[in-house]
C-alpha cells in the first residue's frame, strides 16, 4: 500500500496549514502544488478528478464538509491536512472521526470539491465489534468512556478517571505479538504521537497502550517490552490488570481477541478520548499513518 509518499508538506507539524481550504504557510518549494493548483483551474470549465485516501479529523455537517489527513494525491498534492467540501451531504452522516476514506477529489474553476466519497472503515454499531469476551458495552462516539483502574508497568494504579482534563489515546497490544505490523506498529504508532507533542505528554496529553493478555503481560514485562522501543516514559502507562478487568476494557472499546494455537488472534483499534473523557474518534486496524493519528490527536488537543 503506499503511504504518503514524499516527506515534504505536512500539517500540523509547522510544515503547512491548511485553513479555510487555503494553504498559508509552505514549507519548502519542491512541487508546486499551488502552481499545479491554478494550472488545474486555468483549465476553463474542464473538471480535473483525483483518487485519493486518507483518514478523517473533523466533520461539519453544517457546513457540508470534512477535514482530512489525506496521503499523496499522485500528480497533484503532497500528503497533508485538508478540509474538503462534500457535495453530497447525505454522506456525511455517515462518516466520524477517525474513520479512513476513499474519495474523488473534483478540480474546477469554481473550486475543489468531493464529488465522490466511500467509507473503508467499518459502518457505525458494526456488529463485529460490539463481540468481545465479555458483554457487548460498545461505547458510542461522544458517549463517557467508563471509568476503570488497571496496573501500570511500574505496578501503579492508573484510572481513567485520574486522566480527566487531559487528551488520553489509547490502544491494545500483547506483547508476545510475533507480527510487526500488529502490536508493535501501535506502539510505534503512538511513539511518533509522543515525538510530535513530547511537551504536552503528562501534561495535557496521556497515551495508553492496554495489554489483553494479562495472564502473561505481567508489570515487568511491559516495563522490559516499553524499554524496548523506547516508550517507558512519564504520561505513557502499559496497562495490565486481572483477566475479568480487561475484558470490561475491552468490551467498552470494542476490542475482540481470542486464543489460537497458543497465540492470540485480535482485532486493531486505536481511541481517542477528549479531555471530559468522552470517545472523540476511533481508529480501526493499522491502514494508516502514524502521521495521520497524530494529526488526528492535534485536532482533539487543539480543537
Known amino acids: 500500500m503506499r503511504r504518503h509518499g514524499r516527506p515534504g508538506i505536512r500539517a500540523i507539524e509547522g510544515a503547512a496549514v491548511a485553513r479555510a481550504g487555503v494553504i498559508v504557510r509552505v514549507q519548502r518549494p519542491g512541487r508546486c502544488d499551488a502552481a499545479l493548483l491554478a494550472l488545474a483551474l486555468a483549465c476553463g470549465g474542464c473538471a480535473t478528478s483525483y483518487p485519493a485516501r486518507g483518514l478523517v479529523l473533523r466533520v461539519d455537517a453544517a457546513a457540508s464538509s470534512v477535514t482530512v489527513s489525506h496521503e499523496e494525491i499522485s500528480g497533484f498534492m503532497d500528503a497533508m491536512v485538508m478540509p474538503f467540501a462534500v457535495r453530497d451531504r447525505g454522506r456525511l452522516a455517515q462518516v466520524r472521526p477517525g474513520d479512513l476514506i476513499g474519495f474523488r477529489l473534483c478540480v474546477r474553476r469554481s473550486g475543489t470539491w468531493i464529488d465522490r466519497l466511500r467509507l473503508l472503515s467499518a459502518s457505525p454499531g458494526d456488529a463485529g465489534l460490539t463481540m468481545t469476551p465479555a458483554a457487548p458495552t460498545l461505547v458510542k462516539i461522544g458517549e463517557r468512556m467508563p471509568d476503570f483502574t488497571l496496573v501500570d508497568q511500574h505496578g501503579s494504579s492508573v484510572s481513567l478517571s485520574a486522566l480527566r482534563g487531559r487528551v488520553v489515546a489509547v490502544s491494545f497490544i500483547y506483547s508476545r505479538c510475533p507480527l510487526p505490523d500488529y502490536c508493535p506498529r501501535m506502539v510505534q504508532n503512538l511513539g511518533r504521537v509522543r515525538d510530535r507533542f513530547r511537551d504536552r505528554l503528562g501534561r495535557d496529553l496521556a497515551l495508553l497502550t492496554v495489554s489483553f493478555d494479562p495472564r ?65 474518534a476511533a481508529v480501526e486496524g493499522k491502514d494508516f499513518t502514524a502521521r495521520q493519528l497524530a494529526d488526528l490527536v492535534g485536532t482533539i488537543l487543539d480543537p
Not at 467498552?252 to 481470542?258: K, N, V
Not at 481517542?272 to 470517545?279: A, I, N, Q, V
Request: net charge negative; aromatic share 12%; charged share 20%.
Open 216 to 280: 502473561y503481560d505481567t508489570p515487568q514485562v511491559l516495563k522490559e517490552y516499553a524499554e524496548h522501543f523506547g516508550a517507558d516514559v512519564p504520561g505513557w502507562h502499559f496497562l495490565t490488570g486481572a483477566p475479568e478487568a480487561i475484558e470490561r476494557v475491552c468490551a467498552a472499546f470494542g476490542i475482540e481477541y481470542w486464543p489460537d494455537q497458543g497465540l492470540i488472534t485480535h482485532t486493531l483499534q486505536t481511541v481517542l478520548l477528549d479531555r471530559e473523557g468522552k470517545l472523540a
